[in-house]
C-alpha cells in the first residue's frame, strides 16, 4: 500500500519495490542567487536540476496563518520554490497542529499543508516579538495573513499599513466574510461557509443534508489566494508595483455555487438532493452489480445514450422510448429508467460490466473507499507518491499536482514548532545572548 503509516525506516516504506523513490544521488539543496527578497540572500534555499531553478525561487513569503486556507495557499508557494515562513505561537503553534494525532501523534491536516515550510515561533503580541515581525515582513516579499477579524491591523500590519512602507509589497488576507460588510467581525469555519452558501442543502440524500466531506471552502478560498499571489508577483514584476488582495471564504464558494444558483434562478427550483447521483443529469449514478461491487456511470449526450442502449443494455429501442428520449425526460422518469439499468447491472459480474460500458465507450469510475484510493493504479503507475519527512518520522504524500517539467518537485520536511526560529534570528543578526533572553522571556 503506497501510502503507509508513517515511519522512521525507508526500507519499511516500500522503496524497493518502487512504491516510493528518494532523491537521485546528486540533488542536494543548494543556495541559489537572490531575485526579489532581502529576505532571499539570508536563508532562502533551493533545489537546482541542471539550469533549472523552481518557479518562485528567490521569493520569500512571511505567513501568519492557521487552519486550512492560507496554509493551503502558502504550500502551494512553497511547493514552487518560494521560501514560506510560518510565524506560530510559541508552546502551541498553529492550532492545526491538534486537530487530530492520527499519523503518529500528528495531525493529519497539518502535515498535509505544511510541508517546505520553516516554523518560527514567536509571541506577535509582545514589543520585541513584534519588532522581530516587522523586521521580517519588511525583508520579504509576500506577507499572509487569516488571522482573526482586526487582528493584523491591531499588529500594524494592515494591507494598508505594510503597502505604506514598501508599495512593492503583495498582502494576502484571506476572512470568513470579506473584511467589510455586516459579517465582518463574525467567526467563519468551513462547515459553518458550506451552510451559508447553500452547499449543504444540495448534498445528500433526498432526507437529509450533509457536509461535503473536505474542508472545500478552505480550500477554495486558497486556492484563489495562491492564484492571487501568483497574477500579483507577476504584474509586479511588470510594474514594479505589488498589491494588496483579499478573499473571504464565503465569495470562493459563492464562485463555486454558480452553476446551481443559475439553475435556481432560471428554473424556480433548486436541484434536488440525489445523493451519489446527479441531480439533473440522467443516467448519471452508481449501479450495484452482481457480486457487491459499486460502479458509477456518467452519460452525457444523447449519442452516448444510444450507444449505451445498444451495446450494455442489448435494447437499442430503449434510447427512443418516449420516457427517455432526451435527458429531461430521463430526470423526470428517473425511477424508472434507474430500474430498468440496474436489472441489467445486478445479472452482470463488476468485471463483466465494466468491460460493456468500455465497449460502449461509457465514462464510469469504481466507488473506492479512501484504503482503495490510496492504492489506486494510476497514483501508482504514474509515481505519484513521495516522502515527505516529519518531525515523528517520514510519510508518504502526493507529489503536486502540476508537472512542471522537473523531475522532482519541492517537497522538504513538516516542520516542528519552532524549529528554525533560532536559525532565523540568528541569521537576521540577533546573538545567542539575545536569543537566549527571548526564550526565557517566552517570546520565542
Known amino acids: 500500500m503506497p501510502f503507509s503509516s508513517i515511519s522512521r525506516s525507508p526500507a519499511s516504506m516500500g522503496w524497493a519495490d518502487g512504491m516510493f523513490r ?36 528567490g521569493i520569500t513569503v512571511v505567513t501568519l496563518e492557521q487552519a486550512v486556507a492560507a496554509p493551503f495557499a502558502t504550500r502551494q508557494l512553497a511547493d514552487l520554490g518560494a521560501r514560506v515562513i510560518k510565524i506560530e505561537r510559541p508552546g502551541s503553534g498553529d ?15 497539518f502535515v498535509w499543508l505544511n510541508r517546505s515550510k520553516e516554523s518560527v515561533a ?35 500590519l494592515g494591507a494598508e499599513a505594510v503597502r505604506a512602507q514598501d508599495p512593492a509589497k503583495i498582502v494576502l488576507g484571506i476572512t470568513g466574510w470579506g473584511s467589510s460588510g455586516p459579517w465582518a467581525q463574525r467567526k467563519a469555519y468551513d462547515l459553518l461557509v458550506q451552510c451559508e452558501a447553500g452547499l449543504v442543502s444540495l448534498t445528500g440524500s433526498a432526507g437529509e443534508p450533509a457536509r461535503v466531506g473536505i474542508s472545500v471552502a478552505d480550500i477554495a478560498a486558497g486556492m484563489y489566494g495562491f492564484s492571487g499571489v501568483l497574477a500579483a508577483l507577476y504584474q509586479r514584476q511588470i510594474t514594479g508595483v505589488g498589491a494588496a488582495l ?12 454558480g452553476q446551481p444558483a443559475n439553475y435556481t434562478a432560471g428554473s424556480g427550483r433548486q436541484p434536488p438532493r440525489a445523493g451519489a447521483r446527479h441531480p439533473t443529469i440522467a443516467p448519471y449514478g452508481p449501479f450495484d452489480a452482481r457480486d457487491g461491487r459499486t460502479i458509477l456511470i456518467a452519460i452525457q449526450n444523447e449519442t452516448e445514450w444510444a450507444r449505451f442502449c445498444r451495446v450494455f443494455l442489448a435494447d437499442p429501442d430503449v434510447s427512443a422510448d418516449q420516457r427517455f428520449r432526451t435527458n429531461t425526460l430521463r430526470v423526470a422518469n428517473r425511477a424508472a429508467l434507474d430500474k430498468l439499468i440496474g436489472e441489467r447491472f445486478g445479472g452482470l459480474d463488476a468485471a463483466a460490466a465494466a468491460a460493456l460500458l468500455d465497449e460502449a465507450q461509457i465514462a464510469h469510475a469504481g466507488v473506492n473507499t479512501v484504503p482503495e484510493f490510496l492504492q489506486h493504479p494510476v497514483l501508482r ?33 513538516v516542520p516542528g514548532l519552532g524549529a528554525h526560529t533560532v536559525d532565523v534570528l540568528t541569521e537576521l543578526g540577533h546573538s545567542p545572548a539575545e536569543i537566549a533572553e527571548l526564550t526565557d522571556r517566552r517570546i520565542i
Open 246 to 257: 483579499e478573499v473571504s471564504l464565503f465569495e470562493a464558494l459563492a464562485e463555486w455555487m
Open 381 to 413: 503507475e504514474r509515481d505519484r507518491w513521495r516522502p515527505v519527512e516529519t518531525p515523528a518520522g517520514i510519510t508518504a504524500a502526493l507529489r503536486p499536482p502540476i508537472d512542471t517539467g522537473q523531475d522532482e518537485p519541492r517537497m522538504d520536511p
Open 95 to 109: 492550532f492545526a497542529r491538534q486537530y487530530d494525532e492520527s499519523m503518529n501523534g500528528q495531525s493529519s491536516y
Open 122 to 156: 514567536l509571541d506577535v503580541k509582545s514589543p520585541e516579538g513584534r519588532g522581530i515581525l516587522h523586521e521580517l515582513v519588511g525583508r520579504a516579499d509576500v506577507l499572509v495573513q487569516n488571522l482573526g477579524p482586526g487582528a493584523a491591523d491591531r499588529l500594524g
Open 22 to 57: 528518494p532523491t537521485r544521488a546528486g540533488q542536494e539543496p543548494s543556495r541559489a542567487a537572490p531575485v526579489h527578497s532581502e529576505l532571499a540572500p539570508i536563508f532562502y534555499r533551493t533545489y537546482r536540476e541542471g539550469k533549472a531553478v523552481l518557479a518562485l525561487s
